[in-house]
Structure formats: structure tokens, C-alpha cells
DNA sequence: CAGTATCCTGGACGATACTG
DNA sequence: CAGTATCGTCCAGGATACTG
């Protein structure tokens, strides 16, 4: 599955996360700040987010497309799994006296 | 998320896969065979697995824990989002006559 | 058969200077 | 401000030999 191996990549998420949350599109450099990254590596994401139509250039900035949120609304239950997950496993840490 | 970069790694979702399609357990060279990898790579993700509590050795074998498997089922949907996404991309490659 | 140790290589990523 | 070019670093992963 390729599109796991996008998402895997560096500031795939994190740019998804916040172009959602922003709520109107972003400029380059606005994003860049937002994300915590360099120019270069933000810029490679977003060709590669772009080439995947995920992202959209609008005018005036980025945005997600519609496949883009549709993206990001199938990968919300992932994310709560993903943290009961996490709290069962650190749960089970914390008790090792379980014999 | 912490859980995506786990699934972004190599052979965990194939491995993931293929213990979910065999529907037994996999010794450890038969995983290798199938999943077609090195035993390196292989105890390297499986070691995560198992911390993860996502696969675990049962006698004789690896298979996936219940965890595994409502993860497993909760892929699913992304696996049919890439595939339609996949198409999609490709359509347009393919039509580039559309102004 | 199960798993580990070792060594090597490619590519992802980071910092930053630079052009349009 | 937007994006590109360059260059160095670091680690995931590949091959394989080896031990229990």
C-alpha cells in the first residue's frame, strides 16, 4: 500500500492535520511555521501531497481537497485507536505484578 | 501519531497481512517466506509487533492478538480509499485531454 | 528451525543560502 | 513571500554468516 507509505513520511500527517484545522488555506510560509519544518522538506511533501491530489493549491494558499478530508475523516478512528492502544500498552507497563 | 509509524515501517503491514490471511499461526521462516524478507527485517518489526501487542508467539507461531485484529479491520477502509484513490490518480494521468 | 550479529548502502531528512 | 539547490548526517533496511 503506497498511500501508507506517503502518510508515513515526515509532516504528511502533520500538514494534513493542520491545513484541516485551519479552516482556510495557508500560505507556504505560514505553513512551514505551523509544522515546525524547513522549506525543503515541507516543499517535497507538498509536491508529493499535491501529485496525490490530496492538497490543493488555491490561490492565496494551501488547502486540503475533498479527497484530502475525506482522507483525514477515515483516519480519525485510527487515531482513537490509536490511543487506547497506547493507554492499554502503558497500562499493562505499569502492572507487572499480573501472575 | 506514533501508530502510523510503526504501520509505515516495512513488513508491518504485510506481515500484519499475511498472519491475518493465513489464519494460523506462522512460524517464524515461514512468515519469511511469505512476507518475503530477511530475518533481520523480520525480528526487527516482529519485536515491535509484539510490544505493540498487535502480534503475538503463540505456541508454535506468530498470529495476530485481538488488538491485531480490530486494527486489521480498521485498515480496511483506508486499504479501499487507496485503491479508489489510486484509480482516480491514474484516470486523470491518463486524460490529459480535459479543458 | 529460531533468532542474532555485523557490515554496507541508499535515501530521507535537516540547515541554510539563494533565486524569482 | 515562494520555492529551489546544495550538502552533510543519520538510520532503516538488505545480505549473510553465525549461534542456540
Redesign the interface.
Known amino acids: 500500500?503506497?498511500?501508507?507509505?506517503l502518510?508515513?513520511?515526515r509532516m504528511s500527517?502533520r500538514v494534513m492535520w493542520e491545513l484541516a484545522h485551519a479552516g482556510q488555506p495557508l500560505t507556504f510560509r505560514e505553513l512551514q511555521a505551523v509544522a515546525e519544518t524547513n522549506p525543503s522538506l515541507l516543499n517535497t511533501r507538498l509536491k508529493e501531497l499535491r501529485a496525490?491530489?490530496i492538497v490543493v493549491h488555491h490561490t492565496g494558499g494551501y488547502g486540503l481537497s475533498e479527497?484530502g478530508k475525506?482522507?483525514v475523516r477515515?483516519?480519525m478512528?485510527?487515531?482513537e485507536?490509536?490511543a487506547a492502544?497506547?493507554a492499554?500498552?502503558k497500562a499493562?507497563d505499569d502492572t507487572p505484578a499480573d501472575s
Open positions: 500500500m503506497a498511500l501508507l507509505d502518510l508515513g513520511r500527517l496525490a491530489a479527497e475525506s482522507l477515515l483516519i478512528p485510527l487515531n485507536w490509536a492502544w497506547g492499554n500498552l499493562k
